[in-house]
């Protein structure tokens, strides 16, 4: 079933096109009368979506004439212009239903789906994807917010620093960006400055010359480089070196760089993305964090929403990760009612990344077709859990109490420090395979002898984890 769908806002195009794609329709998109009259000319579409205020004229002006060229095929009329005048206008064209914007997007995406059923249409059913070149699954307010800034900076090179928690999916955001602005032909690098060491960044992102320091036996090309004439990404940008800052500051202002060792300057034509979870303005007030660079990267700043306000995407993001899982060779399943409203009512303090992580575990582990809430249930017992009103510990925050607590002998440590690691790991890990050592194995990724060895080196009874009947 095809869909034509003409609107002139980009983000709002975007949103009702992953909603209508999710319901099974094949949507074309136009922004104008002339272009959706010669769409309609040459193709057949099930259902018209038009917008009133179009880039060249009224949407409703030539409606009588479709409704009578194609009396089968639905009309519904999508306007901001909500008045009384605009209502009767949409009625008296014969059309299916109006919209006043803002509307509700599952209400349009049902109506649509109503439309096309009552012309005698057959709808393929498919699981919630992202919008081809567009890899953002949801369509509640917080991301048709991120959308709409997104479909702002397509069309120039506006410096974009997006911001969030860690696992927001803020790298998603830079390669929509990329993929569906003016620069998609170009190379997209994705560079972690917070993983690199700091001695090595500067070569990392402006190359070196040969004999530049000892081990650089060959000329490297950098990052910037790299992405000449497409989208560089420096994610965790708030962990970058105050000299490579400076570095980077004098790259963006000047438009060139130049390799470490290196006499000449050269020409990088290059968007930058950078990312980070952290709050820069107080670093900035701590002096690690350069104030100029800052007002460089924020241009324009993309706030992505944390999990937790955003629920309303919870069902549609863990159906999407099923299907990923399924593809890369994980048993395939599908998603119960009362699974989803499980998964939904979940705190998700990782966010979409813990959300993905734990599908893929719920993947590998259910034994049935259809995941539930009993089957859910059982794995969220293994999940971190809050620690008091601190919130969440950290790893790091665990390995410090630790030894505050613990004190282990000299020499001794490494040897207590992982014992203490493993132990609670690998009882989880054989907890949720009902004690069964292979499958345990296959989650750790470490061989089944190695696991029988040290869960007898631990003292860890795996039979205590069977589950009974």
């Known amino acids: 079933m095809s869909v034509l769908l003409v609107e002139d806002d980009m983000s709002i195009a975007i949103v009702i096109t992953a909603a209508l794609e999710a319901e099974g329709f094949s949507v074309t998109h136009c922004d104008s009368v002339a272009m959706r009259d010669r769409l309609l000319a040459d193709s057949d579409f099930n259902v018209l979506v038009t917008d009133v205020m ?59 789906r109503q439309a096309a059923l009552s012309s005698g249409g057959q709808i393929n059913e498919i699981e919630d994807t992202p919008t081809p070149g567009l890899p953002l699954v949801g369509r509640s307010a917080p991301m048709q917010a991120v959308y709409r800034m997104i479909t702002r900076v397509l069309r120039n090179d506006l410096t974009v620093l997006v911001l969030g928690e860690s696992g927001t999916g803020k790298e998603l955001v830079a390669e929509a960006i990329h993929q569906l602005g003016h620069r998609s032909s170009g190379p997209f690098v994705a560079v972690n400055t917070a993983a690199i060491p700091a001695e090595l960044i500067e070569s990392e992102l402006f190359g070196h010359e040969k004999g530049a320091f000892t081990g650089a036996v060959a000329r490297h090309i950098g990052k910037f480089e790299q992405a000449n004439g497409g989208t560089l990404f420096l994610d965790e940008i708030g962990d970058m070196p105050m ?27 290059v968007r930058i993305i950078a990312a ?37 995407d919870i069902e549609a993001l863990a159906r999407h990760f099923l299907q990923l899982a399924a593809g890369e060779g994980l048993p395939r399943h599908q998603l119960s009612a009362d699974g989803a409203e499980l998964l939904s009512r979940q705190p998700w303090r990782g966010n979409v990344r813990e959300l993905r992580n734990f599908i893929y575990r719920a993947a590998l582990l259910a034994r049935d077709d259809i995941i539930d809430a009993t089957t859910l249930d059982t794995l969220l017992v293994s999940q971190p859990r809050d620690v008091g ?81």
């Open 54 to 112: 179009l880039t060249d004229g009224d949407g409703i002006v030539g409606l009588p004439g479709i409704r009578e060229s194609f009396p089968k095929m639905p009309i519904i009329v999508l306007s901001a212009q909500n008045t009384l005048d605009t209502a009767v206008r949409a009625t008296d064209t014969g059309a299916f239903e109006y919209f006043p914007k803002p509307f509700d997007i599952d209400e349009l995406a049902r109506t649509v």
């Open 243 to 269: 000299q490579a800052q400076t570095r980077l500051l004098r790259a963006l202002q000047s438009g060139t760089v130049r390799r470490v060792g290196g006499r000449d300057e050269v020409k990088v034509d």
């Open 276 to 312: 980070t979870n952290k709050d820069l303005e107080p670093m900035i007030a701590a002096g690690t964090f350069r104030e100029d660079l800052y007002y460089r990267l924020n241009v324009v700043p993309i706030q992505m929403p944390p999990l937790r306000e955003r629920a309303d």
């Open 389 to 469: 009103e601190g919130g969440p510990a950290s790893l790091d925050d665990s390995v410090i109490r630790w030894l505050a607590d613990t004190a282990p002998g000299a020499g001794q440590v490494y040897d207590e420090a992982l014992a203490a690691f493993e132990r609670p790991l690998f009882s989880q890990v054989l907890r949720s395979t009902g004690g069964n050592q292979l499958r345990a194995a296959q989650i750790l990724g470490i061989n089944r002898n190695t696991l029988r060895k040290r869960i007898s080196e631990l003292d860890i009874d795996p039979d205590s984890f069977a589950r009974r009947n």
